[in-house]
Structures are given as structure tokens and as C-alpha cells.
């Protein structure tokens, strides 16, 4: 657990919220230590994406209190795990590429995403 919580131990989570940012639909999940933002599919990912930049200058305000919490904020687009945040997780060149740092993206996660996309949209 991180020194800076003077309670020994982080808080653990347990519940849902369905929230809707600037016409987005989205779903955070609380499991123990983890905060899942999750976001149905890559195309509401890329809506949410540009109408947010502000917000991810935010998270990096966020951050430490994640840490003082002893929590981890998780990015899910369409079930597929591709983004962490938490202290002393860098972001990597594919969170520089997608814009997306402070997260740290998950190369397989993001490939999952994108393909379940196109299987999605292919013509039977």
C-alpha cells in the first residue's frame, strides 16, 4: 500500500454507476481497488476521446489521490481492458499516439478492442 495513506490500507469499492458524459454512455464499475470507466465500443471511445481533453489534464491531478487511496483507475472499450492508471505506471508511446496520458495503454487490449470493431461492422 502506498506510504502516503495514513490509514494503512486502501479504500475498497464495491458498486456501479451508469453515466452519460456529453452524450456518451459509459458505465463505472467499483471492484475492491479498481475504478472501471467502460465505454461500450471504439467509436464512442474516439467521441468521448475528443470532447475530453481537459479531463485527462485532470486525471493527472487525479492521480495522486488514487495513490493516497490505494486505487487503480481501469479503461475498458467494449469489454476489452486497455488503459491503467496509478502511480508509478508511465505512459507508454501508444498512450502518447492516442493522446490518452496520463494511461498507460494495453497494446493487446487495444488491438482486441479494434478488432471486435471490425468483426462487429463486417458484412455477413
Excluded: Y
Amino acid at each position: 500500500m502506498p506510504a502516503a495513506n495514513p490509514f494503512g490500507r486502501g479504500l475498497e469499492l464495491i458498486g456501479q454507476i451508469d453515466l452519460t458524459i456529453d452524450s456518451v454512455p459509459c458505465l463505472a464499475r467499483f471492484e475492491g481497488e479498481r475504478i472501471i470507466l467502460a465505454v461500450p465500443d471504439v467509436k464512442s471511445a474516439l467521441a468521448l476521446r475528443s470532447k475530453l481533453p481537459l479531463a485527462l489534464e485532470t486525471l493527472r491531478q487525479v492521480e495522486p489521490r488514487l495513490d493516497e487511496a490505494g486505487l487503480e483507475l481501469l479503461l475498458e472499450i467494449g469489454g476489452h481492458r486497455v488503459g491503467r492508471l496509478r502511480k508509478g505506471l508511465a505512459p507508454n508511446w501508444l498512450s502518447r499516439r492516442f493522446k490518452l496520458a496520463p494511461f498507460r495503454l494495453e497494446p493487446r487490449g487495444m488491438l482486441a478492442a479494434l478488432l471486435s470493431r471490425r468483426t462487429k461492422d463486417s458484412p455477413r
